[in-house]
């Protein structure tokens, strides 16, 4: 079992770009959530993806998006790209019902120029 | 709002001691989990110990242990016989339920704890 795999590992962005990062859940898992961990800080919930849909949002403005494929793989996008974006974003995958533990990816550490 | 406190931003222990690591949280919820993960520099973060809040007995898995107190909403994370590779950043995390049925993470802002030979 890979567990929750997630790429690249390091991004280094300029401001005002666009970037893409992407995440594959463990085997069996459906829901995926997005984390955002700035430097000295714990992770905080961007979102959460479950049969493609935006489930549930954190306080995160409107230039982080995401997206859910068919075989449950996620994708987090950021637009416009700010110096306060660097930070390590975590995937997290889960089971919708059931056992609530998740499970994290090793994370992509994004860095703004 | 849900929030999780860690008030030990760093703390050190001797190898082969024992360690408590605190945490408190506030929420209004009756039914939740909380957890405890482990970050090392290789970035993943790796459960440590679960606690679901119906259950009265304390959690243990091997060297660690929690002491759950749920009207003081503490948490609190033992580690006895200290080992090298438990140097790490320890996050205490409340798990909220959604009415889907879904749940996020709430996170403390971590302990840097490092363990000396």
């Known amino acids: 079992d890979a567990g929750v795999t997630q790429s690249p590992t390091h991004l280094i962005k300029t401001r005002g770009q666009q970037v893409t990062l992407r995440c594959s859940p463990k085997s069996g898992h459906d829901t995926v959530s997005w984390y955002q961990q700035a430097l000295g800080q714990g992770p905080q919930f961007i979102f959460q993806?479950?049969?493609?849909?935006?489930?549930q949002r954190g306080n995160f403005p409107d230039r982080f998006s995401g997206h859910q494929f068919p075989n449950y793989s996620s994708e987090l996008n950021v637009n416009a790209l700010l110096l306060g974006d660097s930070a390590l974003y975590l995937c997290a995958s889960s089971y919708t019902t059931g056992n609530p533990e998740a499970f994290f990816g090793q994370g992509t550490r994004l860095t703004v120029v | 709002a849900q929030t999780v406190t860690q008030s030990q931003p760093e703390m050190s222990v001797q190898e082969a001691e024992t360690v408590t690591l605190s945490c408190t949280y506030d929420t209004s919820e009756s039914n939740y989990y909380l957890f405890w993960y482990k970050q090392p520099p290789s970035r993943q973060m790796i459960l440590v110990i679960r606690q679901e809040a119906y259950k009265q007995q304390n959690a243990t898995e091997n060297r660690f242990s929690v002491n759950f107190q749920k009207a003081a909403k503490s948490f609190s994370l033992k580690i006895s016989d200290s080992q090298l590779g438990d140097t790490a950043m320890y996050f205490c995390a409340f798990m909220k339920p959604f009415t889907s049925g879904t749940y996020k993470y709430i996170f403390g802002t971590g302990t840097r704890l490092k363990v000396l030979a």
């Open positions: 993806y479950y049969e493609e849909e935006e489930r």
